[in-house]
């Protein structure tokens, strides 16, 4: 079990409903991210939260918002996906980065998604 | 240009043998290299950090070369339990930025 905890662990959606992926640490890192892994691809850096404050969006659609209400959760809502948007979405955590270089990330087990 | 290149494979050993994955990456200010595991249809999970003087950790050594620009890993006397598609990272140098190779897969056959 990890020390980050996403939800749900599998969704199938219709493009016009509107679902909400949650992500949970409790490792007392103050970074926290969401990324995309599709078949074949690198993993997709979508949203970096520093500090509960969002500091990097990677031109991503705005049909995914994310929400980091503390430091401890990040959400990720999901409106009128397409199903190219079908993909592993994976929430990560480090601790804040300055001070800690030889820290990676610890990630979630994931949510599948398939957009249908 | 990507900012970090992997060789996706597939890498099929048998067991026991010894294989060596290599890493680039583009942006000489690249501060952290790392090696992760990536089970099928799970999490990737870190299995290194790579230092600049290199190390070990067991069966599996991590180098890094800054001139070239680029990591390896190398595993030795590999086990079935090693199959599993191994991801390289890159730090940048400022920012919260994690840059990801595509992965490369290892199969060990029995």
């Known amino acids: 079990e990890t020390g980050v905890t996403q939800t749900p662990r599998h969704l199938v959606m219709g493009m016009t409903n509107k679902k909400s992926l949650k992500c949970e640490q409790h490792l007392g890192h103050n970074a926290m991210y969401w990324y995309k892994q599709s078949a074949k691809k690198p993993l997709e850096l979508m949203f970096v939260y520093s500090l509960e404050e969002r500091v990097e969006n990677n031109s991503v659609p705005s049909r995914f918002s994310p929400e980091c209400p503390n430091s401890s959760h990040l959400f990720l809502h999901l409106h009128t996906l397409q199903p190219e948007d079908s993909a592993l979405y994976l929430c990560a955590s480090s601790p804040l980065l300055a001070g800690s270089p030889l820290y990676g990330y610890t990630f979630g087990s994931g949510t599948r998604l398939t957009v249908v | 240009r990507k900012e970090v290149e992997q060789d996706p494979g597939p890498f099929n050993v048998p067991e026991g043998a010894t294989v060596a994955f290599n890493c680039t990456y583009s942006?000489?200010?690249?501060?952290?290299f790392f090696w992760y595991r990536q089970d099928c249809r799970k999490e990737p999970k870190l299995l290194m950090s790579?230092?600049?003087s290199g190390n070990e950790d067991g069966r599996f050594t991590a180098q890094l070369n800054r001139a070239s620009q680029y990591i390896s890993l190398l595993i030795r006397d590999s086990k079935l339990s090693d199959s599993a598609t191994y991801l390289c990272?890159?730090?940048?140098?400022?920012?919260?930025?994690?840059?990801f190779g595509t992965g490369t897969s290892l199969t060990v056959i029995p």
């Open positions: 990272v890159v730090k940048g140098y400022t920012g919260n930025q994690f840059y």
């Open positions: 790579v230092y600049s």
């Open positions: 942006n000489s200010a690249s501060q952290s």
